[in-house]
């Protein structure tokens, strides 16, 4: 059985580390609005990451250096809805299509088409399924989802026409406009500037709160008389 060698190290590591143990289960309680800390501060900088992923306006002024540029492609498809689904994502951008089996083959202007995926990713980004347009027949995200399958199989085309410009453009579209859309739909953007008390507050609280643990760790060894230290040198005879 441990032995306690310093009563006042070891009373008072434990008075820390049962205070860190309670505010572990505050944190981990759903006391904070109906949600726990966790959940909290996670959707804060969740937030803040959604605020810096927004390249749409970018894209779409380079959208403008692509209009005329006519885009001829035959996209496969792995299921009929995914052919009615791209099908009709294809003409709202201008573009005219003509299906067989298993592909799509559209004919139209990448400019066009690029500025109508970022249009949806726009309002997808933006308020989620509220604002996003009704004319489709289906969800916000599975547009751009069906978008993304798009122009993921669009850069491939440019790739192999040795067309850089155009594959790095559309790269850029489904990296910078269509994912985010797609992974932060009904999370709220925001910028640093306008939750940075919150932001450092909570990076603030989880150093400090890291320290306390490890000063309470430390100071109930310290009590037990268990230290690091390093091994006596043997005398040589």
């Not at 059985?1 to 310093?6: A, G, L, S, Y």
């Not at 453009?169 to 640093?192: C, M, Q, T």
Request: charged share 20%; net charge neutral; hydrophobic share 45%.
């Amino acid at each position: 059985m441990p032995v306690i060698i310093n009563r006042r190290a070891f009373i008072t590591g434990l008075v820390l580390l049962i205070c860190f143990g309670a505010t572990l289960a505050v944190i981990l309680s759903p006391v904070f609005q109906g949600a726990t800390g966790l959940h909290l501060v996670d959707g804060i900088f969740n937030s803040l990451s959604k605020g810096s992923s927004y390249f749409i306006p970018d894209l779409a002024g380079k959208a403008d250096q692509f209009t005329g540029n006519k885009m001829e492609v035959t996209f496969q498809v792995k299921s009929a809805e995914e052919l009615e689904k791209m099908k009709t994502l294809f003409l709202a951008a201008g573009a005219q299509t003509t299906a067989g089996g298993d592909s799509l083959r559209v004919t139209g202007d990448l400019g066009l088409v690029a500025r109508r995926a970022l249009a949806d990713a726009e309002a997808l980004f933006q308020s989620g399924e509220a604002s996003f347009p009704s004319q489709y027949g289906f969800s916000g995200k599975e547009a751009v989802y069906y978008w993304w399958a798009a122009f993921k199989q669009l850069k491939g085309y440019y790739l192999q026409e040795n067309r850089p410009a155009e594959a790095v453009f559309v790269e850029n579209v489904s990296k910078k406009a269509l994912e985010p859309a797609y992974n932060y739909d009904g999370i709220p953007p925001a910028r640093f500037r306008e939750m940075a008390g919150v932001s450092i507050g909570s990076l603030v609280f989880y150093v400090v709160y890291t320290i306390w643990y490890g000063f309470a760790i430390m100071l109930i060894f310290e009590g037990l008389g268990i230290t690091a230290s390093k091994p006596a040198k043997k005398a040589e005879a």
